[in-house]
């Protein structure tokens, strides 16, 4: 998990509210992606930004945005349009040189 | 056409027998493959990495894997099962397809290790 920081770890919001996920990364790496993590499922991509300013859909990005201000930080909104976002939340990083991604420590999110 | 399949969704091994993981993995380009651990509500942990090089790959706590190109698998293995190694684990594939980078995870294995 080291360098990767996500906040909460767990977090509870009631339906129709929006909710914002943190992500910071200390390991000055480009790339940063959202994954959630639903049971059988594996990790699903939601959003990847490749540099700062910028940022492309995953999979499955809707009902979810997304900002870039800064290389340390990729903020991920969980809307009200998303219509099941009870879900592990995953954050990730990659430096421009490799194929590995590095993971923080996940935020699980329920929402009832 | 990138994918990945793993073949058993649990396993159960004896602790101190063999681990076998499998994973079959289908891709258009040169493709680097990983296997990832997760524990309980934590992140994932990079285990082994195959990019082109040494076929062998071996990787943390006792892990590796071998690259086979003909049967398109990247199966992981561990001679000894020890109780910490009760995990999910994850086949993932990466490539440059259409000249951007893309990656797929398989979608787990859980291993359970009995005393």
């Known amino acids: 998990d080291g360098g990767i920081t996500q906040s909460p770890k767990y977090l509870f919001r009631k339906e129709g509210q929006n909710v914002t996920l943190s992500c910071e990364q200390n390991?000055?790496?480009?790339?940063m992606y959202w994954y959630r993590q639903d049971p059988g499922q594996g990790l699903r991509l939601i959003y990847y930004s490749q540099i700062v300013n910028d940022f492309q859909k995953g999979d499955i990005a809707e009902g979810y945005s997304v900002s870039r201000e800064k290389k340390e930080s990729f903020p991920l909104t969980v809307t009200s349009a998303q219509k099941n976002p009870t879900a592990f939340y995953l954050c990730?990083?990659?430096?421009?040189?490799?194929?590995?991604?590095?993971f923080g420590p996940g935020t699980r999110l329920t929402v009832t | 056409a990138q994918s990945v399949t793993q073949l058993d969704s649990h396993v159960s091994v004896s602790e101190g027998t063999p681990v076998l993981l499998r994973c079959n993995y289908s891709s258009s380009y040169s493709p680097s493959l990983f296997w990832y651990v997760q524990h309980p509500n934590k992140g994932l942990q990079l285990l082994l990495k195959?990019?082109?090089?040494?076929?062998l790959v071996k990787g943390i706590n006792g892990f590796e894997a071998e690259f086979k190109k003909s049967e398109t698998s990247f199966h992981l293995t561990k001679p000894s099962a020890h109780m910490s190694d009760a995990a999910e684990y994850f086949c993932?594939?990466?490539?440059?397809?259409?000249?951007?980078?893309?990656?797929?995870f398989g979608i787990g294995t859980k291993l359970q290790v009995i005393p």
């Open positions: 990730a990083t990659k430096p421009g040189y490799s194929y590995e991604q590095y």
């Open positions: 390991l000055n790496h480009d790339a």
């Open positions: 993932v594939v990466s490539d440059s397809s259409g000249g951007y980078q893309k990656v797929t």
């Open positions: 195959y990019t082109s090089a040494a076929t």
